[in-house]
């Protein structure tokens, strides 16, 4: 086999998006389009991967300089698809072989059709093998107008007559290039056309005329060569991917009670046997156990959930880990590190930041734990507060084994409340509390006999 090197082209400013954010970084199933096809394009295992950029150039190098590997090429103006194929020629000079030119707004592509293009290039060593499909609504398309069987031309819906218009074979805007020869005839592309652009489909009446072998492929699968300009277009294919999605949790055993309105990520998993209500949404890298039950408007992201856990209504959990046959909510809010031990429950109104509940352990109504260490078996009363925040830092609340903390306590970190101790209601701890001893503070209470009366009389 040729060598293989791979161009993604994604310097256009996606003008029809209206957006301030480049186009393909805009979400598509949870995920920036272009990481869609910078996945699908490592799985082919190329010599080299060249992601050609230009509009918002260095927020896009930035979305992406967490992949090795990558060069970028920075297309400076954008003067159309050949243009931006040129501008990868330094970085491709000492390259031979084949070139698969993939376009960053188009992510539902598969590795399968990519291998299907490129052994009908390499099996009929084309110089261009254009990717076409034959779709219902070829509006905004590039079409394949074809002398006989052969190709003879790639028209622009914008340049296309009336009659060229009702052609329903399109250009994907996927082609294989042999690298031989490519970059001399990209330089005599003209920019004749509506856009006064340099159109890389030109290639072909170009090669055509210069008697190269000009190829296409028919794709099976339409879905996957949707190109996406419009933000009806990216919530559409959004839906694509997301179906996918729920189509393979809800074979591996997952009960989702309403596909249409569960939006899991592609790397989430899920085990058997777990329940997802309607309205949920589980992103980035979150993991989910088996026979958990997850109930409507829950929110998880880049958490770890065991098995049999529950989160009741209406949670917000963020960046937190839930050991098996806990529970939580309604709604409640975890974030920044925070472990709910195995058979811990934590309630309604409850937010829990950078702080570990041990096994056993409740905090079952409006408290807000921060920054604390909670052992085992302890119970948090109604409305306690670790003041773990003094205007300056934070500070490490640390609740032993067994320690019971009374409703309405303040916690003033850094303070430990020993194993076993009591925490009187309504306490403001500033000292800590030693093992087995009981915390009250404020004054002795006393009652005023009478004086509900005598305040009448007096009014
Ligand atoms: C392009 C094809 C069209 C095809 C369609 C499939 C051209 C002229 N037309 O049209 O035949 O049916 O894709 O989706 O190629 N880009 C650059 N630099 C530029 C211009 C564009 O990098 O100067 C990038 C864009 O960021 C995008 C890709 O090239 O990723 C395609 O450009 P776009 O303007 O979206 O082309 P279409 O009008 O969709
Ligand atoms: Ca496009």
Redesign the pocket.
């Known amino acids: 086999m040729a060598d293989l090197h791979l161009v993604i082209?994604?310097?256009?400013k996606?003008t029809r998006m209206k957006s301030a954010l480049p186009?393909?970084l805009h979400r598509v199933g949870g995920v920036p389009m272009i990481e869609h096809v910078i996945a699908t394009a490592k799985r082919l295992q190329p010599r080299s991967i060249t992601v050609?950029i230009?509009h918002h150039a260095d927020a896009l190098e930035a979305a992406l300089s967490k992949h090795q590997g990558l060069t970028f090429v920075v297309?400076e103006p954008?003067?159309?698809?050949a243009?931006?194929l040129l501008t990868t020629e330094s970085a491709l000079r000492h390259a031979s072989g084949t070139m698969i030119m993939l376009?960053?707004?188009?992510p539902l592509l598969t590795v399968n059709t990519l291998q299907a293009l490129l052994s009908r290039h390499e099996s009929t060593g084309a110089a261009v093998t254009v990717l076409t499909a034959v779709v219902n609504d070829p509006t905004?398309?590039?079409r394949i107008v074809r002398a006989g069987q052969k190709i003879a031309r790639?028209v622009?819906h914008r340049d296309a007559t009336e009659e060229e218009r009702r052609i329903q074979e399109?250009?994907?805007?996927i082609y294989a290039f042999a690298v031989e020869g490519l970059f001399d005839a990209l330089k005599d592309i003209a920019a004749e056309n509506a856009q006064r652009?340099y159109?890389?489909?030109d290639v072909v009446a170009l090669y055509r005329s210069r008697g190269r072998t000009v190829e296409t492929l028919i794709a099976n699968h339409v879905d996957e060569l949707r190109?996406i300009?419009s933000r009806v277009e990216l919530a559409a294919t959004s839906r694509i991917v997301r179906d996918r999605k729920n189509a393979d949790l809800m074979a591996s055993g997952v009960t989702l009670d309403d596909p249409q309105t569960t939006y899991i990520d592609p790397d989430v998993s899920i085990g058997a046997d777990t329940i997802i209500h309607p309205g949920v949404s589980l992103e980035g890298r979150t993991t989910i156990g088996a026979g958990c039950e997850i109930h409507s408007g829950v929110r998880i992201v880049d958490s770890r959930i065991g098995d049999r856990v529950v989160v009741h209504n209406h949670c917000v959990i963020n960046d937190s880990s839930l050991e098996s046959d806990s529970a939580v909510g309604p709604f409640a809010h975890l974030r920044g590190g925070a472990v709910v031990g195995e058979h811990a429950r934590v309630g309604n109104f409850v937010e829990l930041k950078k702080t570990a509940l041990g096994a056993g352990s409740k905090a079952m109504h409006l408290a807000y734990l921060g920054d604390a260490q909670i052992g085992a078996k302890v119970n948090v009363g109604a409305g306690t507060i670790t003041c773990n925040y003094d205007g300056v830092n934070k500070n490490q609340t640390t609740i032993e084994d067994g320690a019971f903390i009374g409703s309405d306590s303040q916690l003033v970190a850094p303070v430990t409340i020993g194993k076993g101790a009591y925490v009187g209601s309504g306490t403001t701890v500033r000292e800590d509390v030693p093992p087995g001893a009981l915390a009250v503070s404020g004054g002795k209470q006393r009652n005023l006999e009478g004086w509900v009366d005598k305040k009448r009389k007096r009014s």
Do not use: F, R
């Open positions: 082209l994604a310097a256009g996606g186009k393909v050609v230009g297309q954008q003067l159309g698809t243009h931006a376009s960053g707004d188009v905004g398309y590039g790639i622009e399109v250009n994907s805007g652009e159109y890389l489909p190109g300009n």
